[in-house]
């Protein structure tokens, strides 16, 4: 892009000396090229690894070893060292960042085939840790219930431990199988650890004295070589197969590293690898939808590793259950001629089905066609108020997606007879005539349950009888056989699981001819029609309806109603020659109503025979609208055989980076970017009163978001705990001050960028002060300690705001209050009681020293020194000529220009025509012709 030249720095424009930054640069790269050895301490091993810090420091407060080096630090060298040979044209600094890059390939992408440029759905990403120090170091293993004794809050192991996690009551449970896992029960807070003599004591909090259940881990595992990458989560470990860990920022950096090794070596290795990493990008910013109730997950054997979720089994033979390498539930479940039931669910749900759109999923199957039970409990104090929907399996380990609406679910408790809702309850028999039939199937229906069919044909009957109506001659009857037709009788009776009913039910039907026979507790025979329909509805017939049946087993001398009681008979009647009747339920069904409480989902099996269910997912939808997705940044990046895993997190401020869709040509992405930060800005203010920083993490809607706080909210709660950081506002200050910087028309990032400056300067107000290092939830940033890496990220947000064109009020201001900070922690090289000079450590005498703080710090002085102006005074014969010096990437496009070295950079006089009205009388002869150096 242009630069106007009227806002190139000098030294007396931002009252600093340059010359002096070259001093730094020098002393740094003498101090990088020292402790680049195999041999401790060191900043790069002899294969180009980095290592995190200089100094010993178990990482990120134990989260990760000492020996590690992180692609944080690996791609913020790497491109401090790129922008300083764009800046000096040194070539120390490109074999620096060659030596970085060599270890690439087979380090931090461990042998991953770098794609051609035209495949983009190829996994290629770097870890994100590695052993970067020792030739051999040890991982760990956990152990997730070490039962211990403790007295008085003290306890004692004789493992060699390394790490305690948590301490529990022997009735407690975690909630998966995980040392981090929540603790399902009492917990025990630990207060600290330390090694004896022959084992490790343990310091609880309280006084308590009993057995705990303790997770804990001990530096027992697998050899972790030099230069393999490993893990940190939930312990230090080596990686499975097909797994990766990666952090999505270092796609941002590492983009930037190989769009400049590209343009510095002209290797199409690098272009390739650019792209790739543009393809990455694209890939981790897709994020799925997935609020699963019960889901797949690889992470884990344990079918019950969610936490919430549970298995209840009341069969004898009690269930197996696990997870399949590909992460699916299976249940092996056991046969019970009884009729028993075991069920899997997730509670603690706290959903509700709000609206007619909303619909549930469930993905599984078994190896035998069965039917099973969906079960939704609106409340988890009364588990005997449920609604359910059926899960009919074909089998045959075939999975099935079955969609499920809020018409699905029912209450059957009131169903005394069904086939479809009361498998149990259906049976009966059949009572007819010998030339009649009754014949019954199981039908579909549109209401999307099945019902029964019942066809009745009352057949042609033959009977006699003895006519005595003729005498002899002595008048004696003579009997006479007649034979007769009449219309036979096809009947069924209904048995039900419960017995029988003392009122007549309604009954959900359709049928034509029909009507039923009742027979009171007294034996008395009651009947009456049932209306003809062609559709289905619920017919209500009540005592009222019926009257005396023609034929009686019983006197009913004097019965004018029927008695009360359970009935001893219900049965259906074929009134016509030809009838049916299709029978959904009888009895009363309650249907689910909108503004169901989902508090737990369960599926519910009480298939008898020995069987296998294989459950993918339980899935609600309309899936939520993720907000500001795809263009902001997750918290994570990991894959389980080679796919995406399902554990994204939340979007952090801190980790977001407008620029790069500026760069790729995404103007949307750079505007929903921004809209993002530009929220997260309103929160901060809305949270703490003050204007200018950022609330750091936001909830989506989302399962891995649910335990941080309400959704779709900012919030400074999340799986990095270390929220408060300022690091996270000075990246995002940053990223949007370049974002700026590449589009000086983009107000929005203006207004961010300006709001942060001041904000800085009005509480950072003296370079003597330790600048800003904590961002509260409430209250104004302060500062707490002395970091000169944020130093150099709010140098190179001030430089970015002022070549944007941003008002200088502020902007000079904190760009000579963070030179003078640096300055201030400046290690002299030649400082004989400390390692580090040379660099800007806050701690040289503990030779503190972290290595993205050295690639951040060259990054913005490289910023700075590439637009700097500078001035070579020539006496001539009647002044004094003034010949500006700029750095080559200042000038225009086609400019003729003479290169020259300056004690701090690559530089160049700007060549003119020998007629130009602002030619000094110094001549160069170039192969265009004699040209004139620029005079100011």
């Known amino acids: 892009m242009a630069v106007d030249k009227s806002r190139l720095f000098t030294s007396q424009s931002i009252a600093f000396s340059i010359p002096k930054i070259g001093k730094w640069i020098k002393g740094y790269s003498q101090f990088l090229t020292k402790y680049t050895r195999d041999a401790l301490p060191n900043i790069t091993n002899s294969e180009g690894v980095t290592v995190a810090h200089f100094h010993n420091e178990v990482g990120r407060g134990g989260y990760f070893p000492a020996y590690a080096g992180t692609s944080e630090g690996q791609f913020l060298a790497l491109r401090g060292y790129l922008d300083m040979y764009g800046t000096t044209h040194e070539r120390e600094w490109l074999d620096k960042a060659l030596h970085l890059a060599s270890s690439l390939d087979w380090v931090y992408y461990s042998g991953m085939s770098l794609p051609e440029p035209n495949v983009t759905n190829q996994l290629w990403v770097p870890y994100w840790l590695v052993n970067a120090k020792q030739s051999q170091a040890t991982s760990e293993e956990f152990v997730l219930d070490d039962v211990i004794h403790f007295a008085g809050g003290v306890g004692y192991t004789s493992k060699d431990v390394n790490r305690v996690f948590s301490a529990r009551s022997l009735d407690s449970r975690l909630s998966w199988d995980s040392p981090t896992a929540d603790i399902i029960g009492t917990k025990y807070d630990v207060y600290y650890f330390e090694p004896v003599s022959s084992g490790t004591l343990i310091r609880l909090r309280s006084n308590f004295t009993g057995d705990l259940y303790v997770a804990l881990s001990t530096l027992t595992g697998p050899i972790i070589h030099k230069n393999e990458v490993f893990d940190a989560y939930p312990i230090w470990r080596k990686y499975k197969d097909g797994e990766k860990g990666a952090a999505v920022d270092s796609l941002f950096w590492s983009y930037?590293?190989?769009?400049?090794?590209?343009?510095?070596?002209?290797?199409?290795?690098?272009?390739?690898?650019?792209?790739?990493?543009?393809?990455?990008?694209?890939?981790?910013?897709?994020?799925?939808?997935?609020?699963?109730?019960?889901?797949?997950?690889?992470s884990s054997t344990d079918a019950l590793n969610s936490a919430g979720t549970y298995i209840y089994d009341m069969r004898a033979n009690k269930t197996r259950s696990y997870r399949k390498p590909s992460g699916h539930i299976v249940l092996e479940v056991k046969a019970d001629g009884n009729y028993k039931s075991v069920e899997i669910g997730k509670g603690n749900i706290q959903e509700k089905w709000d609206n007619a759109n909303k619909y549930i999923d469930v993905r599984l199957a078994s190896d035998i066609p069965l039917t099973a039970k969906a079960v939704i409990i609106p409340n988890i104090e009364h588990y005997d108020q449920y609604w359910e929907a059926r899960l009919q399996l074909i089998g045959g380990n075939n999975l099935q997606t079955i969609s499920l609406r809020y018409t699905d679910f029912y209450n059957a408790s009131q169903v005394r007879w069904s086939a479809y809702y009361r498998p149990d309850s259906q049976s009966g028999f059949i009572v007819k005539s010998s030339h009649s039939t009754v014949s019954y199937t199981d039908v579909s229906t549109s209401l999307g349950a099945t019902a029964r069919r019942f066809q009745f044909f009352r057949g042609e009957e033959k009977g006699t009888i003895v006519d005595y109506s003729e005498t002899d001659e002595d008048g004696t009857p003579i009997p006479k056989e007649i034979v007769y037709t009449y219309t036979g009788w096809a009947q069924y009776f209904l048995t039900f699981a419960e017995g029988m009913p003392s009122t007549i039910l309604p009954m959900q039907y359709r049928g034509n001819g029909m009507g039923m026979v009742v027979t009171d507790a007294n034996g008395v025979g009651w009947v009456a029609n049932l209306p003809d329909r062609s559709s289905f509805g619920t017919v209500a017939l009540s005592w009222s309806d019926f009257v005396l049946a023609d034929y009686q087993e019983v006197d009913i001398s004097g019965v004018t109603r029927p008695a009360g009681g359970r009935v001893r008979n219900y049965a259906l009647n074929g009134l016509n020659i030809q009838a049916w009747c299709e029978i959904v339920y009888i009895g009363v069904l309650q249907k689910m109503p909108l503004q169901t409480n989902i508090s737990t989902f369960c599926i519910n099996?009480?298939?008898?025979?020995?069987?296998?269910?294989?459950?993918?997912?339980?899935?609600?939808?309309?899936?939520?609208?993720?907000?500001?997705?795809?263009?902001?940044?997750?918290?994570?990046?990991?894959?389980?055989?080679?796919?995406?895993?399902?554990?994204?997190?939340?979007?952090?401020?801190?980790?977001?980076?407008?620029?790069?869709?500026?760069?790729?040509?995404?103007?949307?992405?750079?505007?929903?970017?921004?809209?993002?930060?530009?929220?997260?800005a309103d929160a901060y203010y809305a949270a703490t009163g003050v204007r200018g920083g950022f609330a750091p993490v936001y909830l989506w809607d989302r399962w891995d978001s649910k335990d941080y706080g309400a959704k779709n909210t900012f919030t400074w709660d999340g799986p990095d705990p270390n929220t408060t950081w300022a690091g996270f506002q000075y990246r995002t200050a940053d990223t949007v001050a370049r974002t700026w910087y590449l589009d000086p028309d983009n107000q929005v990032a203006a207004t961010l960028t300006l709001d942060f400056l001041h904000m800085i300067n009005r509480y950072w107000t003296s370079s003597q002060n330790k600048i800003l290092t904590d961002f509260p939830a409430n209250g104004a940033p302060y500062g707490n300690y002395d970091e000169t890496h944020m130093a150099g990220l709010l140098l190179r947000t001030a430089l970015y705001a002022h070549l944007a064109g941003g008002d200088d009020s502020v902007i000079i201001t904190i760009i000579t209050r963070s030179l003078r900070y640096l300055d201030r922690f400046y290690v002299d090289p030649n400082t004989p009681t400390s390692q580090v000079g040379?660099?800007?450590?806050?701690?040289?005498?503990?030779?503190?020293?972290?290595?993205?703080?050295?690639?951040?710090?060259?990054?913005?002085?490289?910023?700075?020194?590439?637009?700097?102006?500078?001035?070579?005074?020539?006496?001539?014969?009647?002044?004094?000529?003034?010949?500006?010096?700029?750095?080559?990437?200042?000038?225009?496009?086609?400019?003729?220009?003479?290169?020259?070295?300056?004690?701090?950079?690559?530089?160049?006089?700007?060549?003119?025509?020998?007629?130009?009205?602002?030619?000094?009388?110094?001549?160069?002869?170039?192969?265009?012709?004699v040209k004139a150096i620029r005079d100011s």
């Open 256 to 298: 930037d590293c190989y769009e400049l090794l590209y343009r510095f070596t002209g290797n199409t290795k690098w272009y390739k690898a650019r792209e790739a990493t543009k393809n990455m990008i694209y890939m981790s910013h897709q994020i799925t939808v997935n609020n699963d109730y019960l889901a797949l997950d690889t």
């Open 605 to 680: 099996d009480n298939e008898p025979a020995a069987h296998k269910l294989t459950i993918e997912y339980v899935r609600p939808y309309p899936l939520p609208v993720l907000n500001y997705t795809p263009w902001v940044a997750p918290f994570g990046f990991g894959t389980e055989n080679n796919q995406i895993m399902n554990w994204r997190g939340m979007p952090y401020s801190g980790y977001q980076a407008p620029y790069i869709w500026e760069k790729l040509n995404e103007s949307t992405g750079v505007n929903v970017v921004l809209d993002f930060l530009s929220d997260a």
């Open 838 to 929: 040379g660099t800007w450590s806050v701690d040289p005498s503990n030779d503190i020293w972290y290595t993205y703080w050295g690639g951040e710090i060259l990054s913005a002085l490289s910023l700075l020194l590439n637009h700097t102006l500078e001035f070579l005074n020539v006496k001539g014969t009647s002044r004094v000529h003034r010949l500006p010096i700029y750095h080559p990437s200042i000038l225009e496009s086609g400019s003729s220009s003479m290169r020259i070295t300056t004690p701090t950079r690559v530089g160049a006089f700007e060549l003119l025509a020998t007629s130009d009205a602002k030619a000094s009388p110094i001549r160069v002869y170039t192969r265009s012709g």
